[in-house]
């Protein structure tokens, strides 16, 4: 009789053990299916259990730069939250679209009013990228870093010659000669290129106007750098494009010596989230996410805005090695 009570006392002793186990496994099921679900829509507010962490908030800019409304909403994001005490702007793109590039600039610039902010180049800041470099009011570059490529590039097909080979021509009725110039289906008159030049040239001008500005150049040290070439980090700390070269700890090291942020804060990505719906690109980037290949997440996210911008077409700022190179 003694052995079968001890044998029932042991039995519940183990339903309990199995019991809390099972409390532990399903409470580990819900806060990771939670984390999945934060990560889907673009990442939680870095905030642990409701308490505010200072931090710096770091933004990846990378791949082809389009005006994403979603990176508009998080430097909104970032500029109003109080636990960002300094921002890196992590940049490694070859640019983009002209329109995209400005967006991004006015939107950093007005983050830079509020936070301390630095960027830090990890790979390349060309053309539109560079744009968005100068939006910092100081630039850390790697020494072996790819920057520059001060230029607008307009480019359209002409297949003319190839519909006349086939035997195949496009009719077209026009309000005025230039509208819908340059159109690709025939030869671009020569009224069309100038005024196509004219808008090439007139924002190159921007281009250089705000280089100048907020890099502090004279018209001779603008000239030697805005004729489409991308120069080193290294090279580019004499040529005013950069004022440093390291990692991101030197871009983190000027914003505690010359912005006055407390040191030795966490440094906290910020992501975009992910649009409503299921997205392939969104979805291909959040698996990179979870297996720990942000570099490889945020490219894909980068390529779903890429393949959507290009069917918009109008001027490009941005750095094609070969003979696509930005024109001036």
């Excluded at 520059?148 to 009725?173: A, H, M, N, R, W």
């Amino acid at each position: 009789m003694a052995a079968d009570a001890e044998l029932l006392i042991d039995r519940r002793r183990l339903r309990r053990k199995l019991s809390l186990w099972r409390v532990v496994g399903i409470g580990g099921l819900v806060l990771a299916v939670g984390a999945v679900g934060l990560r889907a829509r673009g990442g939680a507010e870095p905030f642990a259990f409701g308490t505010v962490r200072p931090q710096l908030a770091r933004i990846s800019i990378g791949g082809f730069i389009a005006g994403a409304e979603s990176t508009t909403k998080l430097i909104e994001r970032v500029r109003d939250a109080s636990a960002v005490q300094g921002v890196v702007i992590s940049i490694s793109s070859p640019g983009g679209t002209t329109t995209g590039s400005e967006e991004l600039y006015r939107n950093l610039r007005s983050l830079a009013e509020k936070k301390p902010m630095v960027a830090f180049v990890d790979g390349t800041a060309a053309s539109g990228a560079y744009i968005a470099a100068i939006a910092a009011d100081h630039i850390v570059a790697r020494e072996t870093a790819l920057v520059g490529s001060i230029g607008v590039l307009f480019q359209y097909p002409d297949v003319s010659s190839l519909l006349d080979k086939v035997g195949v021509k496009v009719e077209s009725i026009k309000s005025a000669p230039l509208k819908a110039e340059p159109s690709g289906f025939t030869p671009t008159s020569p009224e069309a290129r100038a005024a196509l030049a004219a808008v090439v040239g007139d924002t190159y001008a921007w281009f250089k106007g705000l280089v100048s500005e907020r890099r502090k150049m004279n018209e001779k040290e603008l000239a030697t750098v805005s004729d489409g070439r991308v120069f080193s980090g290294r090279q580019s700390v004499p040529l005013k494009l950069v004022d440093g070269v390291g990692g991101e700890r030197q871009a983190i090291a000027w914003l505690e010596s010359e912005r006055g942020v407390a040191k030795d804060l966490p440094v906290i990505d910020w992501k975009p989230k992910a649009k409503g719906g299921f997205q392939l690109w969104s979805a291909l980037g959040l698996g990179a996410d979870l297996v720990g290949l942000d570099g490889l997440a945020t490219r894909l996210r980068q390529a779903g805005d890429e393949t959507a911008s290009l069917t918009q077409g109008g001027l490009l700022a941005v750095w094609r090695p070969g003979p696509a190179d930005a024109a001036r």
